[in-house]
């Protein structure tokens, strides 16, 4: 157990092959099955921000999340445009009030080049 106090290399690096990935992410707002989506083209706005940020993320990314639904989306107040790079060019998608952030990597993959940076991390 680790106790405020305590040395960190204790807490964190018991093990030498023991590898840590720590994320930092500003509040996303809410869950999207908490929040009400107003009319059809919020719902529309939603489906469109989140084919755009997964598909420029596999673009980049060889990105998978691998355990979407709706309790690792969340939706914040929004009403700036919303900009998306496809490797090729930018393109912009109108928030309709509500921006929409995917959470939990856990089951993620992450390519990097030739690197695999994380995959099922809930393994290691």
């Not at 929004?78 to 900009?83: A, G, H, S, V």
Request: glycine content about 4%.
């Amino acid at each position: 157990m680790c106790v405020i106090g305590e040395v960190l290399a204790d807490c964190f690096f018991r093990n030498p092959n023991e590898k840590y990935l720590i994320f930092e992410s500003s509040h996303c707002g809410v869950p999207i099955n908490r929040n009400q989506v107003k009319n059809a083209w919020a719902a529309v706005s939603i489906i469109t921000q989140l084919a755009s940020a997964l598909a420029a993320a596999e673009l980049a990314f060889d990105y998978e999340h691998r355990d979407l639904h709706f309790g690792n989306l969340l939706v914040k107040r929004c009403e700036d445009l919303i900009r998306y790079n496809n490797g090729y060019h930018d393109y912009y998608v109108r928030p309709v009030g509500l921006k929409v952030y995917v959470i939990d990597f856990t089951y993620s993959k992450i390519r990097l080049g030739m690197y695999l940076i994380l995959q099922n991390c809930h393994l290691y």
